[in-house]
DNA sequence: TCCGATTTGTCCGCAGGCTTACACTTTTGG
DNA sequence: CCAAAAGTGTAAGCCTGCGGACAAATCGGA
C-alpha cells in the first residue's frame, strides 16, 4: 500500500522523481515523514530553525500570507503532487506570517529534512535540474500573477483565475466544464486580489447571465468564452 | 584584463561560481559571448527557440513586460553581477511581450547558451544548488513585491522601493544616504506599479517636507525613518 | 433536530489614485 | 547651438472597488 502511493506520488512529480529507481524512492519514503490533517486544519509550516520540504500526496491546501493588520492573502493553493515549503517561505526580514490550512475534507502529506532533500539534489544533479525547473516555473507563475494586478482589473483577474483553474482541474461535461469546489467567495478573492463582496458580486452577474453557476460543491462554468 | 573582469564577476557570484577553478572560469570565459551596449539600447533577450542565460558585468538595465494596450511594467532592474534571461522569461503563453533596456551609461554583458549552463550545473552538482537557491531568492523576492501591492498603498509601496534600494546601493554619507541614480519617475512608477504623476507627487511632498532630495544624478535620502 | 458559526447576497458611501490635460524644464542629438 | 524629445510639476474629475453594515441562507456539530 505504502509502495503503491509511492508509486502515485513518483507519477505525479515525474519532472522530480524521475530519476530515482524503486530503491531510492524507497530509500525517500523512509526519510520522509507522513501526516494526515482534516479539513480546517491549519499547518504551521514554517517553524524557525526547522527547515521542511512537504510534499502534498492528496488533497489540496493553501498557503496563507497576514500582515500585521491581519490582512489575508492567498500566496499559493497547493494540490495534488505538489511540493511546498521551503520555496513559500516569505524573506523572513518582514512582519507577515504565513500558515497553511486545509481545504479538502482531508490530507495526506510527507515532509524531509531540507538537508536530507539538498544532499539528494547533491548526489543527483538531474534531479537538482528539475527542481530548479521547478522554482522557476513557479517564478514565472507569481510573476504572472503580479503582471495581473497591475494590468487587469478585478473582474478579469477573477476570469484569468478560474480560466487557470479549469484547465488544471476543469472536468469537460455536456453542461460545461465542471469544477469540484473547495474554495468559498473569500478564499478566491484573496487570492485575487479582491474584496470578498467585489467576488460575491461578479459570480452573481454570471448566473444572472447564464454563463455559470456557483455551489459549494462544486462550479459550472457553461460557456467559458462568454465569461467576462 | 579578461581576467582582471572574471575575477571580479567572480567575486560577485561567489554563490554561484564559486566551485569552479580558474581553468574553469576561463573555460566559462571563452564559453561566453561578450557584448556591449549604450544607454537607452534596447535588448531583445527573448528570442523564441534561442534559450540565453545572460550575466551582466557592468552597469543596470530593467526588464519591461509590456501588456496588449502597451502599458509597461518593469519586472525586475537587473544590478551588476547578476543573472537574467531564461528565469523571467514569461510564461510563453500570454499576450504580454518583454524586452531589456539599459538604464546606465554602458552595460558590459556576456551570455551562455541555456544548454551549455545545464551542462554546468550537473558537472558541478554543488553550483547546481547553488543556482537553486538564487533562483528560490528570486521567487521570495517577487513574492514580497505581490504582497506589498496587495497589502500596501502606493506611497508606501515606494517607500519600500527606496528602503529596498538605499540598503542594495545606498552610500551613507553625514548629510544621509545617496543613491546614484538611474531611474526617472516614470521608471519608479513602472516599478512600484503606480501612475508617474503620482510617484511625482510623492517625491515633491518629501522634498518639501525636507526629508529627500531627488534629481536625475542622485537622489538623497536625508532621513530615512521620516520617509512616510 | 436545533443552535451557532460560517458563507453568501446586497446596498452604498467614500477615497485612493488613474486619466487627462498642459505648462515648464532639462537633456540629447544633429 | 538650437530644435525636438524626454522628463518633471500641478490640478481637477472620475471610476473602481474597498469597507462597513446587516439580512438571509447554509452548514456542521452536539
Known amino acids: 500500500m505504502v509502495i503503491e502511493e509511492v508509486k502515485y506520488w513518483h507519477i505525479k512529480n515525474h519532472q522530480l522523481f524521475w530519476f530515482l529507481n524503486q530503491e531510492q524512492i524507497r530509500q525517500l519514503c523512509i526519510l520522509a515523514n507522513f501526516k494526515k490533517a482534516q479539513k480546517g486544519e491549519v499547518l504551521e ?21 497576514v500582515d500585521e493588520e491581519g490582512n489575508e492573502l492567498i500566496v499559493d493553493i497547493i494540490k ?33 529534512s531540507k538537508s536530507d532533500f539538498e544532499r539528494l539534489l547533491l548526489e543527483f544533479p538531474q534531479m537538482a535540474l528539475s527542481y530548479t525547473k521547478l522554482v522557476g516555473l ?5 510573476q504572472n500573477r503580479y503582471s495581473n494586478l497591475f494590468f487587469l482589473k478585478a473582474k478579469d483577474r477573477l476570469v484569468f483565475f478560474l480560466k ?28 485575487i486580489c479582491a474584496a470578498r463582496q467585489t467576488t460575491t458580486q461578479f459570480f452573481n452577474e454570471w448566473e444572472n447571465e447564464g454563463v455559470l453557476h456557483y455551489s459549494r460543491k462544486e462550479i459550472i462554468i457553461k460557456d467559458l468564452h462568454r465569461l467576462k
Chains 1, 2 share one sequence.
Not at 500558515?99 to 482531508?106: E, R, S
Not at 513557479?138 to 507569481?142: A, G, Q, S
Open 164 to 191: 487557470e483553474w479549469a484547465e488544471s482541474e476543469g472536468e469537460k461535461m455536456e453542461k460545461g466544464i465542471k469544477l469540484t469546489n473547495y474554495l468559498t467567495h473569500k478564499d478566491i478573492a484573496q487570492i
Open 138 to 142: 513557479r517564478l514565472k507563475k507569481i
Open 80 to 112: 495534488q503532487g505538489e511540493l511546498f515549503g521551503e520555496l513559500e517561505s516569505s524573506g523572513g526580514k518582514s512582519n507577515t506570517y504565513e500558515y497553511a490550512q486545509v481545504l479538502t475534507d482531508k490530507v495526506v502529506l510527507c515532509r524531509f
Open 45 to 65: 509550516f514554517v517553524q524557525p530553525g526547522q527547515h521542511y520540504i512537504y510534499l502534498l500526496k492528496k488533497g489540496n491546501l493553501k498557503v496563507v500570507q
